[in-house]
């Protein structure tokens, strides 16, 4: 009985997969053919831009590797896009079975991802399992509290993979009685209750559209439990990415607000008691105010806060960077930055009112500005362009610390424990989750990080 043989592994540019690729190559490829004949064989399964790193190279296998793993098997590089593909996964809403499951897949590709390139510490953190969390629906957090409270387990990677594996397989079994009377409820919702020609249409239109664009349930736009939980400005974002009609949130060929047979004034109340007249529907109503929760909490204790010196490029010049002291607060959801530093460097900015909301509920309007901070390491090497709010003052100016036992403690060289005194510049919030993970070490009560700043 003849078998067909296996397909040679391919890559086309994805670090996530050259770790992987390069093991199969290795395993189905080197052990059985001569290095001319392993570097041909290379060439012909790589991709368009893979190839262009190879151009050149007929006998030197180890020199075209080197090459690969220079573009491709940076162990930091990979950790970063897998934190940015948590981060970009979109929080779950209630229902979404199917979302869940995504997220299970997504979580253990990951974790398999960073194992494999020998970092699984850069997941299995707080920070990261935090990020995971916030992802999961009030419903399924609360069945994790439960779980790991009742079993006397720490919120470890390993405890959450376990968990949500049988939770995913608990949720496909229970799938298969769905799919069984799904046609029965779409029979039932066809009846209908003979309303008005009006609303026929309409349930016409919406069916024939592909019901919820949202979340592609069966109900209309307004209606959908995620686009009510969005704020106002994510709602206009996804009306606009839709091409929808601002007035009824309906899509059609050639319809818009400005033809809408529906359009009427907003009627939505503004802060200062007005009425809105703006022919959009009310739930995009907004008055470019955004809310901000601030709290805080103080202890007595002194505590050794996670600061770090980097470097922001000021626009003036092409090679002109200036020290900026930088906070790490997991805790905060935006991040911030000390408005008198921002405008002595005259970095990029756009106006914004923002609510602050103090401990006690009280509110207070504030206007200010969101800025662009192009930062970098000490050494210049560019990291990313994060956008932070502008305060007059961040926290009390941080006092002198001698580091050089701590260093020691950690086996670090005294010089890569960068941090000075003085007023905070930046807070960097869990909005930017990839600063708050890295290899991580702990002894004791302490932890060292080392972050992408160092």
Same mark, same amino acid.
Request: net charge positive.
């Given at each position: 009985m003849k078998h067909e043989k296996p397909k040679l592994p391919t890559f086309n540019g994805d670090v996530r997969k050259y770790f992987i690729f390069k093991a199969d190559f290795q395993h189905a490829v080197e052990s059985y053919y001569s290095e001319r004949d392993a570097i041909a064989i290379l060439r012909s399964c790589l991709g368009p831009e893979p190839s262009k790193l190879v151009d050149g190279i007929s006998t030197d296998l180890k020199a075209a590797w080197n090459y690969l793993d220079q573009n491709y098997g940076d162990p930091r590089v990979i950790s970063d896009l897998v934190t940015a593909d948590l981060e970009?996964?979109?929080?779950?809403?209630p229902g979404e079975d199917h979302r869940f499951c995504e997220l299970v897949n997504l979580v253990r590709r990951s974790y398999n991802i960073l194992k494999e390139v020998k970092r699984p510490q850069d997941i299995d953190n707080t920070h990261v399992i935090s990020l995971i969390e916030r992802k999961m629906p009030k419903d399924d957090l609360r069945v994790w509290a439960r779980h790991i409270y009742v079993q006397k387990l720490e919120p470890s990677m390993t405890n959450l993979l376990r968990w949500i594996d049988k939770e995913m397989t608990a949720r496909l079994r229970s799938g298969a009685a769905v799919r069984k009377t799904g046609n029965l409820r779409t029979s039932v919702n066809a009846l209908g209750?003979?309303?008005?020609? $009006?609303? #026929?249409?309409?349930?016409?239109?919406?069916? #024939? #559209?592909? $019901? &919820?664009?949202? &979340?592609?349930?069966? $109900?209309?736009?307004?209606? &959908?439990?995620?686009?009510?939980?969005?704020?106002?400005?994510?709602?206009w974002e996804v009306v606009k990415e839709q091409k929808a009609c601002f007035s009824c949130l309906k899509k059609g060929k050639g319809h818009t607000t400005a033809n809408c047979l529906r359009k009427k004034e907003c009627s939505e109340k503004n802060r200062d008691g007005t009425v809105c007249k703006r022919p959009h529907h009310k739930l995009l109503h907004t008055e470019n105010s955004s809310p901000v929760q601030v709290s805080s909490l103080q202890d007595k204790g002194k505590a050794l806060l996670p600061v770090i010196i980097g470097s922001v490029k000021m626009p003036s010049s092409v090679d002109a960077f200036t020290e900026a002291s930088v906070f790490y607060d997991s805790g905060a959801q935006i991040s911030m930055v000390r408005s008198s530093f921002a405008e002595s460097l005259c970095l990029e900015s756009k106006p914004v009112k923002i609510i602050i909301t103090k401990v006690g509920g009280v509110e207070e309007?504030?206007?200010?500005?969101?800025?662009?901070i192009p930062i970098c390491t000490v050494h210049g090497k560019p990291v990313q362009t994060i956008q932070a709010v502008g305060i007059p003052q961040i926290s009390n100016e941080v006092e002198e610390v001698d580091t050089t036992v701590l260093a020691s403690m950690f086996g670090l060289v005294a010089s890569?424990?960068?941090?000075?005194?003085?007023?905070?510049?930046?807070?960097?919030?869990?909005?930017? #989750?990839?600063f708050h993970v890295g290899e991580t070490k702990v002894k004791a009560s302490l932890v060292a990080r080392r972050s992408p700043l160092g």
């Open positions: 970009r996964f979109k929080a779950i809403q209750t003979g309303g008005n020609d $009006h609303d #026929s249409q309409d349930a016409n239109r919406n069916k #024939s #559209s592909g $019901h &919820c664009y949202v &979340c592609k349930a069966n $109900h209309y736009v307004d209606q &959908c439990p995620r686009f009510q939980t969005m704020t106002p400005n994510e709602r309007e504030l206007a200010t500005k969101v800025y662009k890569e424990d960068r941090r000075k005194a003085g007023p905070i510049d930046l807070l960097i919030g869990i909005n930017y #989750s990839r």
